[in-house]
């Protein structure tokens, strides 16, 4: 996969050398790129920000050296059957960015991430960027950051790691939180004894079937208390008996395709 990443702080992206993300791009299985914005400039100040029209407070990022970094990486990458690269525009007022998204975006050939900073982008960058991109403005969360460098650190890891290679374990993706629309189990290790505090037994038990139910009901006892929007977006088709029975103990009622919580 080609990644191209621009911003005006570059820098900012160094931590993708590290860990996984590095190793990766040190086996050649992610083509990570990092471009400096203000090198598509053309005045001597290496302006990419002007006041916005309308009037208020803070400046936009000027539309020509946009055009410019992305016009120089559309054709980078190794785009087959004519497919077109996907832009990602971090911006609060994005679409979630969300595990299924990160899945989805793993399958492509060339992502590139177009960091803002300011209040934004000159909006004409996307409608013209939408004749060579896939455009996709993606928010991290609802809350605002100062640019899109954080937001880009994050999915690019979320992406990456789920390219084929880049974790070593593949089996290590297919339990973990929102990997089935649930939040992981708690996980403990050695020793079994610490500060007065036991593991749990089951897990001691050697018995794969009781824990893996253990699991599987503490991932429905978890996702109830922190996150019961989960569990009221979940497929009820895909519940099993002892899944309904657990879900009935928590206090929702399950129907035929719908988990709903109790008044
Ligand atoms: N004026 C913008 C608005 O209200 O929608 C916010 C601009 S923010 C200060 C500057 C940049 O930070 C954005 O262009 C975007 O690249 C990035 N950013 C801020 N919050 C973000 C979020 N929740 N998700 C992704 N990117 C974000």
Not at 37 to 50: A, G, K, Q, S, Y
């Amino acid at each position: 996969m080609r990644i191209d990443v621009v911003s005006i702080f570059p820098e900012y992206l160094a931590a993708l050398d590290l860990s996984l993300i590095g190793k990766a791009r040190q086996d050649g299985l992610l083509d990570l790129n990092v471009h400096d914005l203000r090198d598509f400039t053309t005045d001597r100040h290496r302006t990419v920000d002007d006041t916005p029209y309308g009037g208020g407070a803070g400046m936009v990022m000027k539309a020509e050296p946009w055009a410019q970094a992305l016009a120089s990486v559309a054709g980078a990458g190794n785009d087959d059957g004519g497919k077109r690269p996907v832009l990602i525009v971090p911006s609060p007022a994005g679409a979630v960015f969300t595990q299924a998204m990160a899945y989805e975006l793993a399958e492509e050939q060339h992502l590139v991430f177009a960091c803002g900073r300011y209040e934004g982008i000159d909006e004409r960058v996307l409608e013209w960027a939408g004749e060579r991109f896939d455009v996709r403005p993606v928010s991290l969360g609802d809350y605002v950051l100062n640019g899109g460098e954080v937001a880009v650190l994050a999915m690019v890891e979320a992406i990456g790691r789920l390219v084929p290679g880049v974790v070593g374990n593949p089996e290590s993706l297919v339990e973990e939180s929102h990997s089935d629309g649930l939040l992981e189990y708690p996980v403990y290790t050695k020793p079994s004894s610490w500060r007065d505090r036991n593991v749990p037994d089951i897990l001691l038990s050697g018995n794969h079937g009781k824990i893996a139910q253990w699991r599987r009901d503490q991932q429905l006892q978890r996702t109830a208390a922190r996150r019961p929007d989960l569990l009221e977006k979940i497929d009820a088709q895909q519940l099993s008996k002892a899944d309904r029975a657990a879900l009935q103990a928590l206090g929702y009622e399950v129907t035929a395709d719908r988990v709903l919580r109790r008044p």
